[in-house]
């Protein structure tokens, strides 16, 4: 099985940061674009940000330069630096990748829940 399993949320004042990661285990070839995703109370998720294998990277307007994503060496990993955090950024963070097996699969991790309050 190919497992997503997101870290780093919590409470965080307004213009904090928080980490995010995603490690990606299990059996499996390799890893192309790995992604956050956010759904907050009373909205659809939507994309924050992608990364590709490659190495290139899409981040949604209301990222507003704030936030990165970058992967470690190995591919496996995904990372969302969130700086200047603000209370609409509150929602579930969810990680995202498409895994090779080597069949093609779409994977979710289960969430990681940000809080943005005073």
């Known amino acids: 099985q190919v497992q997503l399993v997101e870290s780093g949320g919590g409470l965080v004042q307004p213009g904090g940061s928080l980490r995010l990661s995603c490690a990606c285990s299990?059996?499996?070839?390799?890893?192309?674009?790995m992604g956050w995703y956010r759904q907050g109370p009373g909205k659809q998720r939507e994309l924050v940000a992608v990364i590709t294998k490659a190495g290139s990277t899409n981040y949604a307007d209301f990222v507003e330069g704030r936030f990165t994503i970058s992967r470690d060496n190995a591919k496996t990993t995904v990372y969302l630096q969130m700086n200047s955090l603000k209370p609409e950024d509150t929602a579930r963070y969810y990680c995202?990748?498409?895994?090779?097996?080597?069949?093609?699969?779409?994977?979710w991790g289960q969430g990681t829940q940000v809080t943005v309050s005073s």
């Open positions: 299990g059996i499996f070839y390799s890893i192309d674009n």
């Open positions: 995202n990748a498409d895994v090779l097996t080597p069949f093609r699969g779409n994977y």
